[in-house]
């Protein structure tokens, strides 16, 4: 509702799958501007929470309040309308176009000339070009189709595309999983950038360097709960070592699950 309220919060989320407990009340809140990793082990959680903040799946139970606005988004469309999305490494991408189509894909410039549409490929091509050079990303030429394109190009193209329709929370799962080393720093620096502009980003990892190298903060999935969240210059590799594996309960942490995970 206000500026002061936190852009997400999630207050006792769960989600069950037939029997299973994937999540039994995640709480957590994050503001404009903020890198959150979310670690966590195998099967933890970590990735229906992630679908259920960007309107993938629904939550059984519990509260996603965005903006300090209570929204349950029942499809990814929704999610995206107010400023939340998924990007992948290449998934939402068409491969068969160039950078400056990708750009505009759904959002084209069209003017009408004595009622005939025109497509305004200048306009578009340096409104694609400011993007991205703003955001300090190299695309060799912006007019060559996807297909392509590295993997970390790809990324780069989907993130500041986002930024630049107003994203406001972008979800990674796992970003880096396919990318080389200096693909993945750049990776990271790149989310830095766009966190500096005021973006919120939650970014799920297993490679514990990069949630220290990236995030502001570091919050602990651990059986579907939350098992730790910390500022990240107040803990350590270890300390998050101990959340993940159940050895450190502490502060918020609850009871173990009484018939093993
Ligand atoms: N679509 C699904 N159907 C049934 N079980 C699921 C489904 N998605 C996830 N799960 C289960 O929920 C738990 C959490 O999974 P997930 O969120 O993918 O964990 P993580 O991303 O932390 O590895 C696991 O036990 C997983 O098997
Ligand atoms: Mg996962």
């Given at each position: 509702m206000t500026d002061t309220a936190p852009l997400l919060s999630l207050q006792n989320i769960?989600?069950?799958?037939?029997?299973?407990?994937?999540?039994?009340?995640?709480?957590?809140?994050?503001?404009?501007?903020?890198?959150?990793?979310?670690?966590?082990?195998?099967?933890?959680?970590?990735?229906?929470?992630?679908?259920?903040?960007?309107?993938?799946?629904?939550?059984?139970?519990?509260?996603?309040?965005?903006?300090?606005?209570?929204?349950?988004?029942?499809?990814?469309?929704?999610?995206?309308?107010?400023?939340?999305?998924?990007?992948?490494?290449?998934?939402?991408?068409?491969?068969?176009?160039?950078?400056?189509?990708?750009?505009?894909?759904?959002?084209?410039?069209?003017?009408?000339?004595?009622?005939?549409?025109?497509?305004?490929?200048?306009?578009?091509?340096?409104?694609?070009e400011k993007a991205i050079s703003n955001a300090g990303t190299k695309i060799p030429s912006l007019r060559v189709n996807v297909e392509h394109l590295s993997g970390g190009q790809r990324q780069a193209i989907e993130l500041n595309r986002f930024v630049h329709w107003g994203g406001k929370l972008v979800l990674l799962d796992e970003p880096f999983a396919a990318l080389g080393v200096e693909q993945t720093r750049r990776g990271l620096e790149m989310i830095k950038r766009i966190a500096a502009q005021g973006i919120g980003v939650v970014i799920i990892t297993h490679i514990m360097a990069q949630a220290f190298q990236v995030a502001d903060r570091i919050v602990v999935i651990r059986q579907g709960k939350v098992a730790g969240d910390v500022a990240r210059d107040k803990t350590s590799p270890d300390e998050i070592v101990r959340m993940i594996t159940g050895e450190a309960f502490q502060g918020k942490a609850q009871e173990a699950r009484p018939n093993g995970p």
């Open positions: 769960t989600r069950n799958f037939g029997a299973i407990e994937a999540l039994r009340g995640v709480s957590f809140e994050m503001n404009r501007g903020e890198v959150v990793a979310l670690l966590g082990d195998n099967g933890a959680g970590k990735s229906t929470l992630v679908k259920i903040i960007a309107g993938g799946l629904e939550a059984t139970s519990g509260k996603v309040m965005f903006e300090g606005k209570e929204c349950n988004f029942t499809s990814p469309a929704e999610a995206k309308a107010a400023g939340i999305e998924t990007v992948y490494q290449d998934l939402s991408l068409c491969t068969n176009v160039d950078v400056v189509a990708n750009f505009f894909m759904g959002r084209e410039i069209v003017k009408r000339y004595f009622g005939i549409p025109i497509l305004q490929e200048a306009e578009m091509y340096a409104a694609t």
